[in-house]
């Protein structure tokens, strides 16, 4: 199969990711939760992954990471764990639902937000500035859409918003491919998935914060930390950390970050690729290109005749290519480019793949086309 679903989850992982989860399950542990020394050395592995992505991302100390099972949980801990009844929120309208839902959920709670359209087919900081309220408290911008890879300008957001309002970066598609710095930002809260750019497997996420912020916890259990007390601990991560940490999915996250901070990150390569696919596909008869070029892999495209899950059907059952059809779990994205409710074919490569599998798509796409007449 030619697996163009990296946007959902990276389909190929490195050597060194594997070996790493191979050599935590031939010998499990609970990390940090009892004193004998395999435990003590799992929570030592688990301490480097904590600084290595602090490090890697411009964080504020390894005790502002806070591992998660995914970008989802780290985006509501963020939202859940900082919004109040009274706050107000901006978004943008490139959200995925990760971001809108619990937004959603706290707005029968007293909590109001305003989205950020497109202009011009693209978000401007100065869009979402201008949404910003006396009440406003939060700001979530992504760092790249998960529907066409295009990457907000981050820093130009937080230059424009008052210094108090705190920024959410949601890093799902960014992470890995994009540089990304939270002090030289001024990011506030950054939610990673791991297994995108980051190489890691299913089940590695995390969310790094600043210390201008201090998110409650949503989830409450043990910690292995201040057991006595009934109440979560005051301090993090372990105040936002509750139950057994997925070892394996932490040892996967810090060799793939490994290689993501080791000059590897693609991004070049991705944006050479997309280039050539989107240039490519916009020459076929019956398809419209949303993407740009982007370094985050991502091409999403629509067939004037065949709806967009027909086309990934079609795709995938024909031509054994993984792609996703759709609306890829961001509607307030499709309705700003008009592809609501059908959606788009997305079509997302990997640092990995290169003109074999990108030929490969344009192969099939021609002949889907050439059928369509």
Known sequence: MIYLDNAATGGFKPAGVQSAVAAALRACANPGRSGHRLSVAQAERVLACRKLLSELFGGFGFERVVFTKNCTEALNIAILGVLEPG??????????NSVLRPLEFLRSRGVEYDVAPLENGTL?????????KPSTKLC??????????EAPDLAAVRRLLP??????????????????NMRETGIDLLALAGHKGLHAIQGAGALLFSERVSPRPVLFGGTGSESFNL????????RLESGTLSYPAICSLYEGAMLAGSGERGGEKLLG?????????????????YSAPNRSGIVSFKHSRIPSEEVAALLDGRFDIAVRGGLHCAPLAHRALGTFPDGLVRASFSPFQGKREANALLSA???ICSTSA
Do not use: W
């Open 273 to 289: 690729l997309t280039a050539a696919v989107c240039s490519a596909l916009g020459e076929l008869p019956f398809l419209t290109v």
């Open 124 to 132: 401007r900081p100065e869009t979402v500035a201008a949404l910003v």
């Open 140 to 149: 979530c911008v992504t760092t790249a859409s998960n529907v066409t890879g």
């Open 231 to 238: 109440s979560m601990p005051s301090f993090y991560p372990d």
């Open 365 to 367: 796409m021609r002949k």
């Open 163 to 180: 210094k108090e309002i705190l920024l959410l970066a949601d890093g799902a598609q960014g992470a890995g491919h994009l540089p990304i």
């Open 87 to 96: 706050d107000h929120a901006v978004v943008s309208c490139l959200e995925h």
